[in-house]
């Protein structure tokens, strides 16, 4: 079954190439133990609840970080430091869909408000993690919960939260991507705040690569063991500029508005090397400047 509110991705097991480069066995163990250990830790991290403002979220942050690292992925930020522009000012962050590390990767920069499938909630491990930050959970089943989910996200960022969506509603293996549903952008202009989109890529060394991607018949178990077996994973998180309230009067004006902005991040071609072991080559990119 596939609807605009369910879409469905091309990419499957294809998309995913053997890995590159791989760490040892020793490696891989410590990596495993570190990043349960980490996790664990959320534990004490509740007790950040009862902090202020700006250390509760500092501490919540660098909580994301070190998971990430104790998985062996680093993070690099280009664009701004935060999603908010203004402090308090609610905040739309649309962003593409790639891998179950794509919310590690964006609380890692700012802890927000994720919107994601109902199923990941019940997730192994992480499910528990991505609940702890006010995760809406939709069920894409059932259409007429779309109004109710919409008046949610809406209610939020008229509160001040950032709150993030994965526009293109689905996994993409990060070299293909595909259009943002406008749904969910709605919730923006009822609420009158602006969208900031962000583009999330994985590379190893000089080229993008698919290691990461969570897609085709792939398992959670099976996507974390190559995660932990790649080496010198690194995930991108280029924040770019803000889309003012009123730019756009649809949420489909809004949406192509994301889009674009994301895809004039891909304006010139990039070489996916063969030794990524990538079945296909990514879509044009461009650098950014941090």
């Not at 020793?26 to 570190?34: D, I, K, Y």
Request: with cysteine.
């Amino acid at each position: 079954m596939s609807h605009a509110w369910m879409p469905a991705s091309p990419c499957g097991d294809g998309c995913v190439g053997s890995t590159p480069g791989e760490v040892g066995r020793l490696r891989q163990t410590w990596r495993a133990v570190m990043a349960v250990t980490a996790i664990l830790c959320g534990a004490w991290i509740a007790l950040a609840l009862l902090l202020p403002g700006k250390q509760r979220e500092s501490v919540v942050r660098l909580w994301f970080h070190a998971i990430l690292r104790a998985f062996g992925v680093r993070l690099e930020v280009h664009g701004a430091r935060k999603f908010q522009e203004i402090p308090k000012r609610g905040v739309l962050v649309a962003s593409n869909h790639v891998s179950w590390l794509d919310e590690l990767a964006i609380d890692s920069v700012q802890p927000v408000r994720i919107v994601a499938k109902k199923d990941i909630k019940s997730w192994p491990v992480l499910g528990p993690i991505i609940t702890a930050v006010g995760t809406v959970y939709l069920d894409r089943e059932k259409l007429r919960e779309l109004p109710q989910t919409v008046n949610e996200l809406a209610t939020t960022l008229r509160n001040g939260s950032a709150v993030a969506i994965h526009a293109e509603g689905t996994t993409w293996c990060g070299l293909a991507s595909g259009h943002y549903k406008p749904a969910l952008f709605q919730a923006a202009l009822d609420a009158g705040v602006p969208v900031r989109p962000i583009v999330l890529r994985y590379r190893i060394g000089d080229h993008l690569t698919t290691q990461p991607a969570f897609v085709g018949s792939d398992t959670l178990v099976d996507s974390i063991r190559r995660v932990l077996r790649a080496r010198d994973l690194v995930v991108e998180v280029h924040v770019l500029d803000e889309i003012a309230p009123g730019r756009a009067g649809t949420r489909r004006e809004l949406a192509k508005l994301a889009e674009e902005q994301s895809i004039r991040l891909t304006s010139t071609q990039l070489e996916i090397a063969l030794s990524t072991g990538d079945s296909h080559r990514a879509r044009p990119v461009s650098p950014l400047v941090a």
